[in-house]
């Protein structure tokens, strides 16, 4: 158990919907990441927040917003879904902000987003 | 923007074969990271090597990375079937504007034949 806690888990919606992922980071850490797993793909970096404030981009798409909260959890939000979005959503969380040493990234189970 | 390749992207061994996989980035980085993703899991962090030419051992795994820090390998001694899953390495390098950016590479997925 790595201490990151994602839901939901699995989640399955329709073309053009909107959806909400949502991610407890460690305890203690500022840092959270979003990644996006494709099928035998590597980790997509979408957005990094440390305390609260984005920190870097990646290549997130317009219709991907996200968040970091005063409580330090973050949501992912996803918007006017495409079948090409389906995806595995993995969020990381570590105490250190984007720097020259990250440190390990502590990643939660994440949550499988099916778009039919 | 920083890219960090990763090769073989598939690796089928003999249980007690040897096995490696390599990265290279096409910039310098900072510091490398390796991951380990077991089917149905997610990546749990290795190692981090920061220093040129760096080699680290954990049992049966050996890290390196390379003098002008823009390459690192992982060699697995004897490979088990709990080895199974897939190596992703992950180079952090400056990306402009006093930030640093962590790329992952897109693994190299291991099987390993009992």
């Known amino acids: 158990d790595s201490g990151v806690t994602q839901t939901p888990k699995h989640l399955i919606t329709a073309t053009g919907q909107r959806v909400t992922l949502r991610c407890s980071p460690r305890?203690?850490?500022?840092?959270v990441y979003w990644y996006q797993q494709s099928l035998d793909q590597g980790l997509q970096f979408l957005i990094q927040?440390?305390?609260?404030?984005?920190?870097a981009k990646g290549n997130i798409l317009e219709r991907f917003s996200a968040q970091q909260f005063p409580d330090l959890h973050s949501e992912l939000n996803l918007s006017s879904l495409e079948l090409g979005d389906s995806a595995l959503y993995f969020c990381a969380s570590s105490p250190h902000p984007a720097g020259e040493n990250t440190g390990e990234l502590f990643f939660g189970e994440g949550s499988r987003l099916t778009v039919l | 923007g920083q890219q960090v390749m990763q090769i073989p992207q598939y690796q089928h061994v003999q249980e007690g074969e040897d096995f490696t996989t390599y990265c290279n980035s096409s910039t310098t980085l900072s510091n490398i990271q390796w991951y380990k993703q077991r089917p149905g899991g997610h990546p749990v962090f290795l190692i981090q090597?920061?220093?040129?030419?760096e080699v680290k051992k954990q049992k049966r795994l050996t890290f390196q990375f390379g003098e002008a820090k823009k390459n690192s390998s992982l060699h697995i001694t004897a490979t088990q079937t709990t080895d199974v899953g897939t190596y992703f390495c992950?180079?952090?390098?400056?990306?402009?504007?006093?930030?640093?950016?962590?790329?992952f590479g897109k693994g190299t997925k291991l099987s390993v034949i009992p």
């Open positions: 992950a180079g952090t390098a400056y990306s402009g504007a006093g930030s640093y950016q962590l790329t």
């Open positions: 090597l920061v220093k040129s030419g």
């Open positions: 927040y440390y305390n609260g404030e984005e920190r």
């Open positions: 305890s203690g850490d500022l840092s």
